[in-house]
Antibody, heavy 119, light 107 residues
Framework: QVQLQESGPGLVKPSETLSLTCDVS????????WSWVRQPAEKGLEWIGR???????NYNPSLKSRVTMSIDTSKNQVSLKLSSVTAADTAVYYC?????????????WGQGALVTVSS | DIQMTQSPSSLSASIGDRVTITCRAG??????LNWYQQKPGKAPKLLIY???SLQTGVPSRFSGSGSGTHFTLTISSLQTEDFATYYC?????????FGQGTKVEIK
């Protein structure tokens, strides 16, 4: 089964850019949408956006001005950048695979990467 | 954005109880509604997709129903491992949105 692994700095300073990558363990990267979802401590889930191998990208309007996502099929990797971060961006960040058919659900998730925004 | 509202926000139940969680959408979703289970410190796990289809490997005591704007997740006989937080999520349109979660606790 596919495995997803997020990685990146666990501590980011306010006003700087958060950068995370998600390594996908198999070649399915070209056949699915790949989303980023975040979860502040003790709070609910927020969808950040998604990317497809053809270049289709959708962002959450609430974060659109600060988010950049990309996909590198040669490396089986998806990336997230969030600029001008504040303490409100402190959260666990998950990458998740979205099935193209079958309800369009998130069927696989990474373990999550905790990112703390603090000086 | 499509607003998703779950009820209750939390509930206490005993082993063997039948548990029902409701999710309402701000507009029709057809059947593009999914349910996830999340345990502390873990990523969400897909339980139900397309409102009523059981994800592979998920016990049959979990079931989903509904269409349009009203959906339910039912656990027919609550087990110890089912104590967790449950989220609904709409996949009808972007941005994808989640309900606020329902925490199922031990009575």
């Amino acid at each position: 089964q596919v495995q997803l692994q997020e990685s990146g700095p666990g501590l980011v300073k306010p006003s700087e850019t958060l950068s995370l990558t998600c390594d996908v363990s198999d070649d399915s990267i070209s056949s699915y949408y790949w989303s980023w979802v975040r979860q502040p401590a003790e709070k609910g889930l927020e969808w950040i956006g998604r990317v497809y191998s053809t270049g289709i990208i959708n962002y959450n309007p609430s974060l659109k001005s600060r988010v950049t996502m990309s996909i590198d099929t040669s490396k089986n990797q998806v990336s997230l950048k969030l600029s001008s971060v504040t303490a409100a961006d402190t959260a666990v960040y998950y990458c998740a695979r979205e099935i193209v058919t079958a309800g369009r659900a998130f069927d696989y998730w990474g373990q999550g990467a905790l990112v703390t925004v603090s000086s | 954005d499509i607003q998703m509202t779950q009820s209750p926000s939390s509930l206490s139940a005993s082993i063997g109880d039948r548990v029902t969680i409701t999710c309402r959408a701000g507009q029709t979703l057809s059947n593009y509604l999914n349910w996830y289970q999340q345990k502390p410190g873990k990523a969400p796990k897909l339980l139900i997709y397309g409102a009523s289809s059981l994800q592979t490997g998920v016990p049959s005591r979990f079931s989903g129903s509904g269409s349009g704007t009203h959906f339910t997740l039912t656990i027919s006989s609550l087990q110890t491992e089912d104590f967790a937080t449950y989220y609904c999520q709409q996949s009808y349109s972007v941005p994808r949105t989640f309900g606020q979660g329902t925490k199922v606790e031990i009575k």
